[in-house]
C-alpha cells in the first residue's frame, strides 16, 4: 500500500520530480525490468523441460529437436529407439553408441542415408558386407559388391533384387543358383 501511494506521489500532476523521487523511479523501473526479464527466462527453461512431457514421447521428440539435444533420449519410454531416430534425423552415427544395438543402429542409418562411409565403420567384416549388399540394391549400385569379403554373394543378391540377370556371372560359386532362380521365375511366368 506504501508503494502505491508513493508511486501516486511520483506520477502526480503538481510532483515536481526531487532527487529523492527521481531515485525510487529508476529503482522501481528496473526492479519491473528485472522481474519481467526473470519471469521470461523461468517461463523459456520450462518449455524446454523434459519433465513437462511426462510419458510422451512425441512430445520428446519435439523436444530433442528443438533443443538440438539427443541426451532428452533419457526421458523417454524406449531410449534405444528415440536414439535410432534422433541419429536418423541428425545425421550421426556416433548418436548409435547410445543404443544398446550400435550395430543395428548404424545399419538402419547407412541404409536410409544411403551412406556407404557408415558401413566401412562396421569392424565386424559380416555386419559390413550385410551394410554394403543392402545400400547396393537399394541405390542400384553394383559397384559396392567390389568392396565386400563375399562379392560373388553380394552380385547373387544384385542380381535378384534388381531382377537383372547378367550378373549372375559375377555370382562366382552362385551363378548356377542364380541362373536356377531366373529360370524358375521364367516359367512361374509362361
Known amino acids: 500500500m506504501k508503494l502505491i501511494n508513493i508511486l501516486k506521489n511520483i506520477f502526480s500532476e503538481d510532483s515536481n520530480l526531487s532527487g529523492e523521487k527521481t531515485t525510487l523511479l529508476i529503482i522501481f523501473t528496473i526492479s519491473i525490468l528485472l522481474l519481467i526479464l526473470l519471469i521470461s527466462f523461468s517461463y523459456n527453461l520450462n518449455l524446454n523441460s523434459p519433465t513437462l512431457c511426462g510419458n510422451n514421447d512425441e512430445c520428446i ?99 535378384l533384387f534388381s531382377n537383372n540377370q547378367t550378373f549372375c556371372k559375377k555370382t562366382l560359386k552362385y551363378t548356377s543358383l542364380c541362373d536356377e532362380k531366373f529360370k524358375n521365375s521364367t516359367n512361374l511366368e509362361k
Open 61 to 159: 521428440q519435439n523436444l530433442i529437436f528443438d533443443t538440438k539435444n539427443e541426451t532428452i533420449c533419457e526421458y523417454s519410454k524406449n531410449k534405444n529407439l528415440c536414439y535410432t531416430q534422433v541419429a536418423l534425423n541428425f545425421e550421426n552415427s556416433t548418436i548409435c553408441e547410445k543404443t544398446n544395438n550400435i550395430s543395428n543402429c548404424k545399419l538402419n542409418l547407412a541404409i536410409n542415408l544411403n551412406n556407404v562411409n557408415i558401413c566401412n565403420e562396421f569392424t565386424n567384416h559380416t555386419q559390413k558386407d550385410k551394410c554394403l549388399f543392402q545400400i547396393s540394391t537399394y541405390t542400384l549400385n553394383p559397384d559396392l559388391c567390389e568392396n565386400t569379403s563375399e562379392i560373388g554373394r553380394c552380385y547373387y543378391s544384385y542380381a
